[in-house]
Nanobody, 123 residues
Framework: QVQLAESGGGLVQAGDSLRLSCAAS????????MGWFRQAPGKDREFVAL????????TVEDSVKGRFTISRDNAKNTGYLQMNRVKPEDTAIYYC????????????????WGQGTQVTVSS
């Protein structure tokens, strides 16, 4: 069992930076890949980034590549999503999730989810 709690969201202006955190509890966090998803109003939840259990391998969705970076600190049981040069289209609720199996871009491949944190980017 893994419990996740996101924080760090807020209202920012286009071009600003923001760092989201995902605090995890549970003994299996350090051995579990972790992902970030986002969901804008009226849209499906979409994949943003994934990091493997050790932090040695990451992948990000094309629309955020070069702007967003995923990382983790297993000693602190915390994952991060660094968001740079944000755009209004990045506005969404951001969720972290613990990977289970299946294709990593599909929400159904994740076993546990946080409650989400709202990110709003003004133009």
């Amino acid at each position: 069992q893994v419990q996740l709690a996101e924080s760090g969201g807020g209202l920012v202006q286009a071009g600003d930076s923001l760092r989201l955190s995902c605090a995890a509890s549970g003994r299996t966090f350090s051995s579990t890949a972790m992902g970030w998803f986002r969901q804008a109003p009226g849209k499906d939840r979409e994949f943003v980034a994934l990091i493997n259990w050790s932090g040695g391998a990451t992948t990000v969705e094309d629309s955020v590549k070069g702007r967003f970076t995923i990382s983790r600190d297993n000693a602190k049981n915390t994952g991060y999503l660094q968001m740079n040069r944000v755009k209004p289209e990045d506005t969404a609720i951001y969720y972290c999730a613990a990977y289970r199996d299946g294709h990593y871009t599909h929400p159904g491949s994740y076993a546990f989810w946080g409650q989400g944190t709202q990110v709003t980017v003004s133009s």
